[in-house]
């Protein structure tokens, strides 16, 4: 027994990401590979069914690679703010009142391999999002607890810090900022649990920011250090990576930088998870189930076409509406001859913005988010 644990923390401690390999029990088998990289993992399509995704089973974006686990690593809380801070997960958890969100965490490029035509990057189709419920600390309630001068609050942005280390000296740090009005939003959390458990180092052990309704490259994990600054952060993933164009571009169109803003905010999207794209059924009942969520606004009405989008029918939505959480939806009906089924989701928001039958192209081949169509053979 001892043993047991004994070897397990040397190996964390050793940093050996072993929970990447698949030998470890850290991992769900059915999580896939992205790319050549062993830390990118992307959840099955299967999942998107379910109010909330497995942890084993939940998708794994890191450009570098975790660093070692360190669950007392400290946190400091540094720049114009009139008492740094510095404290460890457990004080953290210890000092401030605990908040639970639920939220989905979507990496931007989720999509990629569908935008025509092509782009470069990973080529995520829908297994770089999930979700999941996190629990930590206002970002809010850390700020005001260092002390930050009314003066000095206006147009501030916090710069966010992991753990990670580049391969390479040339390459540059993953380095992210969010503006002060985002690090005040009462769901912008400094996590330490995902789903009810201390994070996992492949999640951002210790600590890790959650950001519900913005992209993943926001969600900083193995958090070092929150400064507040008055400018925005600099370096290669703010002002090259992770922007999109001002206005929508003609596919395949080079979009000068000056054109460009930050990815922030995911457009409405759908995906069903099932039936399986491919499969097959009995003839009799179907069922068509997914889940739909928003950056912007709650989810107002997920419709289902078995007809390529000639009619639509209304599906049956299940969970808590929020801007940046996905409900599940369902849509039931009778199929007594064999032959092909079609079926296509469109979600729409409570701003009334609606799935787009085809997603806007832009050169990194962000958001993608056009209805979803999956076929089956009932026999
Ligand atoms: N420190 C650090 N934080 C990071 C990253 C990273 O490479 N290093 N990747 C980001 C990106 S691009 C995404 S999509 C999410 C993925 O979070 P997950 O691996 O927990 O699913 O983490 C973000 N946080
Ligand atoms: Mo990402």
């Known amino acids: 027994m001892h043993r047991m644990i004994g070897r397990r923390k040397l190996l964390e401690a050793a940093g050996l990401a ?8 850290a991992f769900a088998d059915d999580l896939l590979r992205q790319g050549r990289a062993p830390q990118n993992l992307a959840t099955p399509t299967g999942l998107f069914d379910r109010l ?9 974006r890191s450009h570098f690679g975790p660093p070692a686990l360190d669950r007392a690593r400290p946190l400091r809380v540094t720049g114009l703010v009139t008492s740094a801070l510095t404290l460890d997960a457990a004080e953290l958890a210890r000092s401030f009142p605990p908040v639970t969100v639920t939220a ?27 979700q999941a419920t996190f629990t930590g600390v206002r970002l809010g309630d850390l700020l005001r607890k260092a002390g930050v001068a009314p003066g000095n609050l206006a147009r501030t942005h916090v710069h966010l810090h992991g753990a990670d280390a580049p391969p390479k000296p040339q390459t540059p740090a993953f380095v992210r900022s969010i503006p002060i009005e985002r690090a005040l939003d009462p769901t912008t959390l400094v996590a330490y649990r995902m789903n009810g458990e201390d994070l996992t180092l ?15 490259d926001h969600w900083v994990k193995w958090l070092v250090e929150l400064s507040l600054q008055k400018e925005e952060a600099r370096g290669f993933f703010m002002t090259t990576a992770y922007r999109m164009p001002t206005e929508e571009v003609a596919p395949g169109a080079a979009v000068p930088p000056e054109k460009m803003r930050p990815a922030t905010t995911f457009p409405v999207k759908s995906i069903i998870g099932a039936p399986a794209d491919g499969g097959r059924a009995p003839r009799g009942p179907q069922r068509v189930a997914g889940v739909a969520f928003s950056g912007v606004a709650p989810i107002a009405k997920v419709e289902v076409s078995l007809d390529d989008g000639k009619t639509w029918r209304a599906a049956k939505l299940e969970g808590a509406p929020g801007a940046g959480r996905w409900v599940v939806f369902e849509h039931r009906f009778d199929r007594s001859e064999p032959g092909r089924v079609r079926a296509l989701a469109r979600a729409t928001d409570r701003q009334g913005n609606t799935q787009p039958e085809r997603a806007a192209w832009n050169p990194s081949g962000y958001f993608w988010n056009a209805w979803h169509a999956v076929s089956w053979e009932v026999a």
Request: aromatic letters at 8%; a positive charge.
């Open 52 to 60: 909330i995704t497995p942890t084993p089973s939940f998708f794994v």
């Open 202 to 216: 492949a999640h951002g052990a210790p600590l890790r920011l959650v950001v519900p309704g913005w992209a993943g």
């Open 104 to 130: 989905v965490l979507q990496c931007a490029g989720n999509g990629r391999a569908l935008h025509e035509p092509r782009v470069p990057g990973l080529q995520w189709t829908h297994g770089a999002m999930g």
């Open 18 to 25: 072993l929970a990447f390999t698949p030998s470890t029990r």
